[in-house]
C-alpha cells in the first residue's frame, strides 16, 4: 500500500496506445517521433523506439542531455533554443555526442546556434535545423514565406538544414482538430515549396499533435510528433480525441472530507497541475466516474461534486483522477508507478523532470 | 551567467515582507504561525521563526517530515489527513519526536488518527487535533456547530484537542478578503464558543490566508496562517493585496522570438505554473513591464502582448516575471536562487518539493 496521492500508469492500456499510433504513423507512411516532454521516462522513451518511433522530440536542452546520457542518439529540440551562455556549451558538447536537430524561427537565432557550435570550423560538431512555420497556433514560429530566408541563413552560418515543422497547437478546441491539421499541411506544404525554390533540399516536413494526429495529411507531412498519445488526459477525453479507456495514466487519490453531493480528495494542483482549458468541464475527471465534475482545485484538495442521488465515496475510498494536461502533471513528482492488471510491477523515474532549461 | 528560465528571490524585498507580516500579527496580538508550503525551503523557514513565528504550518505529512528533519519542532499539519496506510506509521513516527497537531473534520478521521498513534496506550506519542470548520470556502471543514462533536470524539479517543481553525479561501476575489475575515472571525467565533459550552478548552482559534490577514480579528483569533506573504505573486498584486514592488520572486525568463507586439519567452507552464484564477489578467505578469499581459501560456512559452506602441523586448533580453500563484512555481523547481542588489548570493533547495503525500 502506497500513500496517496501518486501517479500510476497502467501499462496494457499504455502498449495499446503505442502501437495504435505506430500503426497510424505507418499507415499514413509518415516517420514516428514522440515528444517526450510528455513522459520524462527513459524506459518509456525506449518503448516509443521498440514501437517504430525513429527517435524523440523534446522541448529543452536539459531534456535532450537526460535522454542523450540513456544512449537515446537522434533528438530533435522542437524549439527555438536562445544559444547564448551555458546553454551554448551545453549545447555544443550534446551535439558533439548525438544527433541534434534544433528549431529555429530566425535569423539571430540560427546565428547564434551556428556561433555556440562554432558551425564551419574544423572538428565542430555538426547540428541541424527545422525552420519552424506558424500554422494557426500564433506562437513561435514564422510565415511560410519566411522559412527560406531562414533556412538560407542557417546554411550560408555552417549549419545543415532538415526541413519545415509546425506546431498545430490550435487543435485543442472543441472541433478544431481536423481543421488544424488541415492548416498544418497548408503551411508545412507552402514552408516546404518555399525551401525548394530557393535550392534547398527539404528531406523532414514535421508536425503533429495528439489531437491533430488522426487528421495528419501523409502526403505533405514526413514525420509526426505527438506527445500526450501513451497516457491520454481529460483533454484529450473531453475534446474526444482519446477514449475513456485509452486513458493510462491517472492520479491515486483518497477521500479526506465530504458532505452533501460532494467528496474532497487529496489530490489537488501539486499533483495533478492547475490547467484548465476552456473547453474543460473542471480541473479533471475521474476515469470510474465520469458524471462526476472537479468543481475547484487547490494545492491538495479536489473538490468533487456528484450528480443528485448518486452514492458519495466515503472517507477512505481512493479514485482514480485523470488529470487535465498529464504533461504538467508527470513533470511534478519523482517517478510513475506502473500496474499491469491492477498489479504493481514497477516504477520509472521522471528523470528530466523540471529540466527547463 | 544562468540558463533561464529559473526562479530568483530578490532578498531584501522578502526580508521586509517577513519582517511586516510579523509586525502585523504582533500589533494584532496574534501567533504567527506561517504556511511553509509556500516555499518549502529550510531557510526560509528558520528566517520566519527569527521573525516571531511560533512554528510552521505545513499541508502534508511529507512536508512535516522534512521540517522536522531540519530540527524545525512545532508543526501543524492543516489538512484532514487521513491515517491510514504507511501513513499512519509516519505521523506516529513524527508525533515521537517533534509537536504536531493535525486537522481533523469528522468523527471518522479523529478515530483513525487515533488508531495511528495509539492513543491512550502507555508511550504513544501525544498528538494535538484542531477541528476544521468551513468559514465559507466550502472545501474541507464543518460547520461551527458541529466542532464540539468532534473535539468530544478526540477526547475520547485519547488525543489532545487544541482548538480550532479555518482557512478563508474565499478572501481570493475581487473586494473578497474583508468580507472574507468577517466570514472566519464569526465562524472561527461560534466554534470556539461551541467547543467552551461542550466544556471543552479552546486554546487555540487559528485562521488566516494572505488576503485577508490584514483585516483578521485579533479579538477572535490567537493565530494567523498566511503562506504567501514572503514572495507575493501577481494574485496577490492583482487582488490589491501586496503592491507590486513587494514581490519578492520571479522567473528569470529570455525572449526566444517575437512579432509585432509579442514577444514570447522561454518561461511556461512547467516553471510558473498554470494556475489562472477568474480574476487573473493572464497567466502572470511581467514586473518590470506592468502594462504587458501573459495571453497565452505552454509549457515553454509565455506569449506576451504589449500595448500599441510599445518597445517589445529583443530575442535574448531577459525579464522577470510573476508567476500567478507562487506556491505552485515553488513546487516545480529544486532551487531558488537568492539575489541581494541583483548579486546572487545563494541557492536555496525547495527541500518539500514533491511531497505530496
Excluded at 516532454?37 to 518503448?47: F, P, S
Excluded at 565542430?124 to 506558424?134: G, M, R, T
Amino acid at each position: 500500500m502506497r500513500d496517496t496521492p501518486y501517479l500510476v500508469v497502467d501499462d496494457h492500456v499504455l502498449e495499446s496506445n503505442l502501437a495504435a499510433m505506430a500503426a497510424h504513423a505507418r499507415a499514413l507512411g509518415v516517420a514516428l517521433r514522440p515528444h517526450a516532454k510528455t513522459h520524462k521516462t527513459i524506459e518509456l522513451a525506449r518503448r516509443q523506439l521498440a514501437h517504430e518511433a525513429v527517435g524523440l522530440t523534446v522541448a529543452t536542452v536539459g531534456e535532450a542531455e537526460v535522454f542523450a546520457d540513456a544512449g537515446i542518439d537522434d533528438l530533435f529540440i522542437a524549439y527555438p533554443v536562445w544559444a547564448e551562455g551555458p546553454r551554448a556549451e551545453r549545447l555544443r558538447r550534446l551535439a558533439s555526442r548525438v544527433r541534434v536537430r534544433v528549431g529555429v524561427d530566425s535569423v539571430e537565432g540560427v546565428r547564434m546556434l551556428a556561433q555556440a557550435v562554432q558551425a564551419g570550423h574544423d572538428g565542430a560538431p555538426s547540428l541541424a535545423v527545422a525552420v519552424e512555420v506558424d500554422s494557426g497556433h500564433h506562437r513561435s514560429g514564422v510565415a511560410a514565406a519566411e522559412a527560406a530566408t531562414i533556412a538560407r541563413a542557417a546554411l550560408d552560418s555552417g549549419l545543415s538544414v532538415d526541413g519545415v515543422f509546425t506546431f498545430p497547437g490550435h487543435s485543442y478546441g472543441a472541433d478544431a482538430a481536423d481543421p488544424a491539421a488541415g492548416d498544418e499541411a497548408a503551411a508545412l506544404g507552402a514552408a516546404r515549396d518555399a525551401l525548394r525554390g530557393a535550392s534547398i533540399p527539404c528531406p523532414v516536413v514535421s508536425g503533429g499533435s495528439t489531437p491533430s494526429a488522426r487528421a495528419a495529411d501523409g502526403a505533405v507531412l514526413t514525420e509526426l510528433r505527438p506527445g500526450v498519445y501513451p497516457f491520454g488526459d481529460a483533454q484529450q477525453w473531453e475534446l474526444g480525441t482519446m477514449t475513456q479507456d485509452a486513458i493510462a495514466l491517472t492520479a491515486r487519490a483518497t477521500v479526506v472530507s465530504r458532505r452533501d453531493g460532494v467528496a474532497v480528495l487529496d489530490a489537488g494542483s501539486k499533483v495533478l497541475g492547475a490547467d484548465r482549458a476552456p473547453y474543460a468541464s473542471g480541473f479533471g475527471r475521474l476515469l470510474d466516474h465520469p458524471e462526476a465534475r472537479i468543481t475547484a482545485l487547490s494545492e491538495h484538495h479536489a473538490t468533487v461534486a456528484f450528480p443528485p442521488g448518486a452514492r458519495i465515496p466515503a472517507r477512505g475510498e481512493t479514485l482514480r483522477v485523470v488529470p487535465n494536461h498529464v504533461c504538467n502533471a508527470v513533470n511534478l513528482v519523482d517517478e510513475l508507478i506502473v500496474e499491469r492488471n491492477g498489479v504493481e510491477v514497477g516504477a520509472w523515474a521522471v528523470a528530466a523532470r523540471g529540466r527547463n532549461s
